[in-house]
């Protein structure tokens, strides 16, 4: 079977000419022979060919599978990641349970960490905005609770991190821009910040985020670049570039991130993190900006496996006020790692595994050999019409993010970011033939995947096509577009949020230059369980590395 998904090789834009070609693509004439040459450029413009004859899928809503997950095989006691040790939940309890600290004395020290990552030539700028008193409110609350013995669970004083995108009480949600939500702070949580306060969670702010989600590096003209503490002249990933920062700097050991076109997994991945975007509709989207609901997923990024996969187990579930997330089996997880994945499939498109750079496929082949040490077996799979797929996700997402954005244009359009202006440019040009057809495309890809589902557990690939890419400082603070690093950077990432799978990105290992790498596996509906079991078996393979820029919340 030809392997068709496109790589593509387009010109780097500077500063100087983004911007003459975001206000030649919003002038009336030239602008759309300009857009018309963008979406040729990028082979956009194959959505015009003829659809699949199937009805239009316009939520990727999944069919129950009733093939069980192989039972599980527990080695017994919980295990210890390999390596640099991040402190986690069970760290953050331990010190309350023993009295060495408390929630007050950690909410300080997160306060005074989070303002020295910001300081210097290279600020992280992984938040948004932090409220001290708020923080400290909560945080003198969950001492009061420590003190009487009576804490709500193991969450109880811990710092999290919530994306921009999402509602938390008293913050505005500017979804990283400058203009959106100002003045108009949130009345309540969104959902998942909900159930994390209700845990008692100190919510210490909103973390930055690459503007309304339309890229995937994490630079913001706005609220200032994200970076990425292996190294602070890299990229972090996007667009839950902030709660990655946040998590691999140590500032907190969980934040929620959203994902549209792998804006989790992609920062996880180029942070050496773990991150999960559940099955469609397995976390409420109750208080998130619309800003791609059809393809949109709430979910945890972590320092570990089992903190990811307690904070998910937390966080998920029906909520009323997200007709979705009704009819879902119940959430069901281990708290072990697996002694063998004795019986778990695992398949392996092999031309579209291996289109990366030469570092990330060596240590994902060598993290699935291990994979395969512990018992799994490697099925060769076909997953065809990749590139149809990519172009769908593609007229999708921006067309429903320029859906939500139209009514901010007349008055703001200059001050969106120029990649943004540009990007949006090209999104308001799509006609609804063209989503249709992108919606009908969904429906088929949604058969193909099932297929390529057919005897097999899970899918397995790298998570980004290359390591974090150097930010480029003469770029700073507007900056460019480097449309060939996006698309390598996304390839393996849209495709699951197309069809509404579950994927996770584990850690890998580690490039040349100390880069994180990350291993994606994607799962059958509902099939988060395996998906974490097999990111528990990977971890204990992988040697994790401290990174450079180190600001712990939780001292010792």
């Not at 309890?93 to 408390?102: D, I």
Request: hydrophobic share 40%; aromatic share 6%; with cysteine.
């Amino acid at each position: 079977m030809t392997y068709d998904l496109r790589s593509g090789i387009f010109p780097r834009l500077g500063t100087g000419a983004l911007r003459v070609v975001a206000n030649l693509a919003e002038t009336p004439v030239i602008g759309a022979l300009l857009v018309e040459k963008l979406k040729s450029d990028g082979g956009l413009t194959s959505i015009r060919g003829a659809a699949p004859d199937e009805a239009p899928t316009l939520l990727p809503h999944l069919d129950a599978d009733e093939r069980p997950v192989p039972p599980l095989v527990h080695a017994g006691a919980p295990h210890e990641p390999k390596g640099f040790h991040f402190p986690g939940l069970d760290d953050y309890h331990l010190a309350f349970r023993e009295g060495r600290t408390t929630p007050v004395a950690v909410a300080e020290r997160f306060l005074a960490q989070h303002a020295a990552s910001d300081t210097g030539p290279h600020p992280l700028r992984a938040m948004i905005a932090v409220n001290r008193d708020d923080v400290m409110a909560q945080a003198r609350a969950s001492t009061e609770r420590w003190r009487a013995g009576k804490p709500l669970g193991l969450f109880d004083g811990v710092p999290v991190a919530i994306k921009d995108e999402m509602d938390v009480a008293g913050y505005p949600t500017t979804v990283g821009t400058k203009f959106i939500g100002r003045g108009d702070p949130a009345r309540e949580d969104c959902t998942a910040a909900a159930r994390l306060r209700a845990a008692g969670a100190v919510l210490v702010g909103k973390a930055n985020m690459h503007e309304i989600g339309i890229n995937v590096t994490g630079l913001n003209p706005h609220h200032g670049t994200t970076r990425n503490p292996y190294n602070d002249r890299y990229h972090t990933g996007a667009s839950s570039s902030g709660p990655a920062t946040a998590v691999a700097a140590g500032l907190v050991p969980v934040a929620i991130g959203a994902d549209g076109g792998g804006s989790i997994r992609i920062p996880a991945a180029l942070c050496g993190l773990v991150g999960i975007k559940a099955t469609f509709g397995r976390v409420s989207e109750h208080g998130a900006y619309p800003l791609c609901w059809s393809l949109a997923y709430i979910g945890p990024l972590a320092t570990s496996v089992r903190d990811c996969a307690r904070t998910y187990e937390l966080i998920a579930g029906a909520d009323p006020r997200d007709p979705n997330t009704l009819g879902h089996p119940t959430v069901a997880l281990d708290d072990a790692a697996p002694g063998s994945l004795a019986g778990v499939r695992l398949g392996v498109f092999r031309p579209w595994f291996r289109d990366a750079t030469a570092d990330v496929v060596e240590h994902c082949e060598a993290l699935l050999r291990s994979l395969v040490d512990r018992g799994a077996t490697l099925v060769d799979v076909e997953i065809p019409e990749l590139e149809s797929q990519r172009v769908a996700h593609i007229v999708t997402i921006t067309s429903e993010m320029a859906s939500q954005m139209m009514r901010f244009l007349p008055k703001h359009r200059a001050e969106f970011g120029l990649d943004v202006r540009v990007n949006l440019a090209v999104a308001r040009s799509w006609r609804a033939q063209e989503y249709v057809a992108a919606q009908r495309i969904r429906t088929h890809a949604r058969a193909l995947w099932a297929r390529a589902f057919e005897g097999i557990d899970a899918i397995i690939t790298p998570t980004t096509g290359q390591a974090a890419p150097a930010i480029n400082e003469k770029a700073l603070p507007d900056g460019e577009s480097d449309l060939t690093t996006t698309v390598r950077i996304m390839r393996f990432a849209f495709a699951s949020n197309l069809t509404g799978h579950p994927a996770i990105t584990m850690p890998a290992g580690y490039d040349r230059d100390g880069l994180p790498i990350g291993l994606q596996a994607i799962g059958r509906p509902w099939g988060e369980q395996l998906l974490f079991r097999l990111a528990a078996a990977a971890e204990q393979v992988v040697d994790r590395r401290g990174p450079q820029r180190w600001y712990p919340a939780l001292d010792g």
